[in-house]
Nanobody, 123 residues
Framework: VQLQASGGGLVQAGGSLTLSCAAS????????MGWFRQAPEKEREFVAA????????SYSDSVKGRFTISRDNAKNTVYLQMNSLEPEDTALYYC?????????????????WGQGTQVTVSS
């Protein structure tokens, strides 16, 4: 499975961005898609996840109510709509795919990773 993330950029606080993650290859093996982020000198952290087959989603407390994860199975693409962005959201955002049916928000549990897309929020 190959993942290609896009949509990052520079935005002012309070603004919005939508990230996309296109999956290719053996996409039928995917059970969950997730978004993670990593700020300089910080550990990679969970942002949101969505079941590839069912309607389950989950969010970190820091983004709940501001970010929305969605998918388009016909396009093998997952989206992260980010609203009310804050400077603390500045990070490199990664999409990831997990083959396991066990729901997880832990980066090490995910099998495939995209290259990351930079999101910078200015104050």
């Amino acid at each position: 499975v190959q993942l290609q993330a896009s949509g990052g950029g520079l935005v002012q606080a309070g603004g919005s961005l939508t990230l996309s993650c296109a999956a290719s290859g053996r996409t039928l093996s995917i059970d969950t898609m997730g978004w993670f982020r990593q700020a300089p000198e910080k550990e990679r952290e969970f942002v949101a996840a969505i079941s590839w087959k069912w309607s389950r989603t989950s969010y970190s407390d820091s983004v709940k109510g501001r970010f929305t994860i969605s998918r388009d199975n016909a396009k093998n693409t997952v989206y992260l709509q980010m609203n009310s962005l804050e400077p603390e959201d500045t990070a490199l955002y990664y999409c990831a795919a997990d083959r396991s049916p066990v729901w997880s928000t832990i980066p090490l549990r995910y099998d495939y990773w995209g290259q990351g897309t930079q999101v910078t929020v200015s104050s």
